[in-house]
């Protein structure tokens, strides 16, 4: 069956240092992968997607890299701050239905 | 980037009564949105898509009489949780997407106390 594993124990690391967080999937074939940023007690908010065809998406602090042969995307926040702290959720694509499921999640916690 | 709005943010019910919760797209039309449910630490769990003009797609194991689903308009889908119960206590998020590149909106979830 289709599964997306994203690191359940929380991150924690020091403000100015870059946060590296992953996503791995297995039965997949996705043609994008999404990753959303949500704050406890709120909806999800889109911050990337990238298409099977690209390596890397960059976004401000942002970059994305997607490894179809690995079946792994990471995802990078340099020079991290505090207010960066919130769960990161990864999603694919269903395989052909455009309805995307989503991981569990990684907590990221910045310390000042 | 589009805005999807959902109403109430905060629901504390007594057990067997319902609960409406509303789904608005803001600023685009949405002829399919999707209503998910979310326990902490857990990931969203994909409930039903709710279709404009005609019945909802339930997933499995969701019970279609508990959860009902209206979508009138191309802005508007409705949850309401009929009978509620005390295990019916969630975060329920709604979400729309605009007919480009896939990305999702979510509304800002309701967190529903049934007591």
């Known amino acids: 069956s289709q599964k997306i594993e994203q690191n359940s124990e929380a991150l924690n690391i020091q403000e100015g240092k870059t946060a590296t967080l992953t996503c791995n999937y297995t039965?997949?074939?996705?043609?994008?992968l999404q990753w959303y940023r949500q704050d406890p007690g709120r909806g999800p908010v889109f911050l990337l997607l990238?298409?099977?065809?690209?390596k890397e998406k960059r976004k401000e602090r942002l970059k994305v890299t997607f490894d179809t042969t690995l079946k792994q995307s990471l995802f990078h926040i340099t020079a991290s701050q505090p207010a960066d702290s919130a769960t990161y959720l990864c999603?694919?694509?269903?395989?052909?239905?455009?309805?995307?499921?989503f991981g569990r999640g990684t907590s990221l916690i910045v310390h000042p | 980037g589009a805005v999807v709005s959902q109403h109430p943010s905060r629901v504390i019910c007594k057990s067997g009564t319902s609960v409406k919760i509303e789904c608005r797209s803001l600023?685009?039309?949405?002829?399919?949105m999707f209503w998910y449910r979310q326990f902490p630490k857990q990931s969203l769990m994909l409930m039903a898509t709710?279709?404009?003009?005609?019945?909802?797609?339930?997933e499995q194991g969701v019970e279609k009489d508990k959860f009902l689903i209206n979508h009138a308009s191309l802005t508007l889908s409705t949850l309401t949780v009929t009978s509620a119960h005390p295990e019916d206590s969630s975060f329920y998020i709604c979400?729309?997407?605009?007919?480009?590149?896939?990305?999702?909106?979510f509304g800002q979830g309701t967190r529903l106390t049934v007591v």
């Open positions: 979400s729309a997407s605009p007919p480009v590149d896939g990305e999702a909106f």
């Open positions: 039965n997949y074939s996705p043609a994008y």
């Open positions: 990238i298409r099977e065809n690209e």
């Open positions: 999603a694919l694509d269903g395989g052909g239905s455009y309805i995307p499921t």
């Open positions: 600023d685009f039309q949405a002829t399919t």
């Open positions: 709710s279709n404009e003009g005609s019945k909802a797609t339930y």
